[in-house]
């Protein structure tokens, strides 16, 4: 035998030993037909976006709530009971899936990718930036720039408006004053270039989430898609930077000592791990973090929440008469908002009907057992939180839109772990309580002030999973003054 031939089957029984547990496991799970070397990668790269979740969810219909697809070499596995989900997302053994690592060029290893000890210190870290006390203080900003965008709104005389840009730009605006101290003023700007380059950053970035082609960094850096990436991560490195340094030399006048409570930036640049400050880039990687994970899942948490009610007329009169009560200038109180039952229960019908973040994913890293099966090292799990919320053993009409479902019953009382918009375990997100008092201040405002309406003849909304779930054709509303 040639020694080319030897050193081929010598190769290929290396690597089927290698892959040997993963082998049997795949084969072990129900799932699709699967080519050889290929697997089902064909499929999965032939889904659209607006497929995606919902193809993950008929397969589960298929072949039962656990099954796998081959991606190559790789098994994903998709996970969707409750008490499947509850395990993984506290099993210490995982982390973030490798499709996530893909973000780095962008948030490098800060918190939503970043794991073991490293994310334990980052996550000890920043939790006190998200205290109630701090949040609470909030409050007065976030209402300037919802005021702003109310302006905004009222300028379009009752015009049908698509929410993403005015919406993404007060966010951002409230999110880095609050969390940053820095006035962006994105909302006062035509096209802002900074809210382009989030857009095409993160449109950029799923496009290679998706393609397992792309995988590789070194085919990834010989590409279009990576030059446009890093023209426009220059825009929000740049912008980043030079907020980190206008705070850095505030910070130093004060001497060190702020004049007010820390913020995520503050605490950031007073941080000292093992004796020394954080590197520059360790600190942009933080704040691009939150940024990232901020302000694009809260436009679109607040596009759908103003969509729902302008298509239930009944829900915002519901809402209306609870707001009667509050006192002016009361919606800037977090704790006079947290008291408010049927608009808690509206926004947790949204998070819920329209799962902002449809699904995450983890890998192993060694064996370990979950739902009472056996899963070695190298699997993706992926856990389908959108289809948890429509699932019809948690959810009866998972479909329908009934505020009134969650004030007859709590979160608790639903399967533990069917309701998991913010996710779950150690890495639950570290901004739920920000979001929603954000959503909470802007929904109470809007609402107020404006009568909201779709067109008569308005289709039901397609939706798309990219980075967090969109309507492929935006949401168009229209605000009279009340
Ligand atoms: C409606 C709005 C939001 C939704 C639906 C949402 C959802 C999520 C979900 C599902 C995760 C977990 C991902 C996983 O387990 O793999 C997460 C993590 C995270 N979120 Fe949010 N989020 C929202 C708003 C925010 C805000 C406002 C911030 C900060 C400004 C933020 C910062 C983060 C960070 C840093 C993580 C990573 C946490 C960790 O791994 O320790 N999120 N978010």
């Not at 899963?375 to 998972?398: E, F, K, R």
């Not at 779930?469 to 949401?475: C, N, P, T, V």
Request: glycine share 6%.
């Amino acid at each position: 035998m040639p020694i080319w031939l030897l050193l081929l089957l010598g190769l290929a029984l290396l690597l089927l030993l290698r892959k040997w547990s993963l082998l049997r496991l795949g084969s072990s799970l129900p799932g699709p037909w699967a080519f050889p070397l290929l697997g089902n990668a064909q499929m999965v790269g032939k889904l659209r976006p607006e497929f995606i979740f919902l193809v993950f969810t008929e397969l589960r219909d298929r072949f039962g709530a656990t099954y796998r697809l081959w991606l190559g070499p790789q098994l994903w596995v998709f996970l969707h009971t409750a008490e499947e989900t509850r395990e993984a997302l506290h099993d210490p053994t995982l982390r973030k899936a490798e499709t996530f690592l893909q973000l780095e060029p962008l948030i490098g290893n800060g918190l939503l990718i970043s794991h073991g000890s490293h994310w334990t210190q980052q996550r000890r870290l920043l939790t006190p930036a998200f205290r109630p006390i701090l949040l609470r203080s909030f409050g007065p900003s976030v209402a300037k720039h919802a005021d702003r965008l109310i302006e905004r709104l009222e300028a379009t005389s009752g015009a049908f408006l698509e929410l993403t840009d005015p919406l993404f730009a007060c966010l951002l605006d409230a999110i880095v004053d609050t969390s940053m101290g820095g006035r962006l003023e994105t909302q006062s700007v035509a096209h802002s270039p900074i809210i382009r380059a989030f857009h095409r950053s993160s449109q950029l970035l799923f496009k290679r989430m998706i393609n397992p082609l792309l995988a590789s960094d070194w085919i990834f850096k010989r590409t279009q898609l990576w030059r446009e990436l890093s023209e426009q991560l220059q825009v929000i490195h740049t912008l980043m930077d030079s907020l980190i340094e206008r705070r850095s030399a505030q910070l130093q006048q004060e001497g060190d000592v702020p004049r007010r409570s820390l913020n995520l930036l503050d605490t950031l640049l007073l941080a000292k791990i093992d004796g020394e400050p954080l590197s520059r880039k360790q600190i942009r990687d933080e704040v691009n973090t939150f940024v990232f994970a901020g302000v694009d899942t809260t436009t679109a948490a607040m596009s759908f929440v103003l969509y729902a009610l302008a298509k239930h007329p009944e829900a915002q009169h519901r809402l209306l008469e609870e707001l009667r009560q509050l006192q002016p200038n009361a919606s800037m109180d977090l704790d006079t908002l947290n008291e408010l039952p049927y608009l808690d229960a509206l926004l947790k019908e949204v998070l819920r009907l329209y799962t902002i973040v449809p699904t995450t994913g983890r890998q192993t890293t060694r064996s370990t057992v979950i739902g009472g099966r056996k899963y070695c090292a190298g699997v993706t799990l992926w856990i389908n939180m959108y289809g948890l919320a429509h699932d019809a053993s948690y959810y009866p009409q998972p479909y329908a839109f009934k505020p009134e479902r969650w004030l007859q019953q709590t979160e608790t009382e639903a399967a533990s772990f069917s309701y998991i918009p913010f996710s779950g375990g150690p890495h639950v997100c570290i901004g739920r309580r920000y979001a929603l008092l954000l959503m909470k201040q802007l929904t109470v405002r809007i609402a107020t002030a404006f009568r909201l309406e779709l067109r008569p003849d308005e289709p039901e909304l397609t939706l798309q999973a990219q980075m967090v779930l969109k309507a492929r054709e935006g949401i168009h509303v229209a605000f009279t003054k009340r």
